[in-house]
């Protein structure tokens, strides 16, 4: 049971994570292509 709820809170903040990252990307294009 300890290794199915990790399972699933890993998930869960690995697809909070990729998300926050996606929208971070979407907002920000212009900051990284001036950056780069």
């Known amino acids: 049971m300890m290794d199915a709820e990790r399972l699933v809170i890993d998930n ?7 998300a926050q ?9 212009g900051e990284h292509a001036a950056l780069t």
């Open 21 to 29: 990252k996606i929208k971070a990307h979407n907002a920000g294009e």
């Open 12 to 18: 869960a903040l690995i697809q909070a994570f990729y």
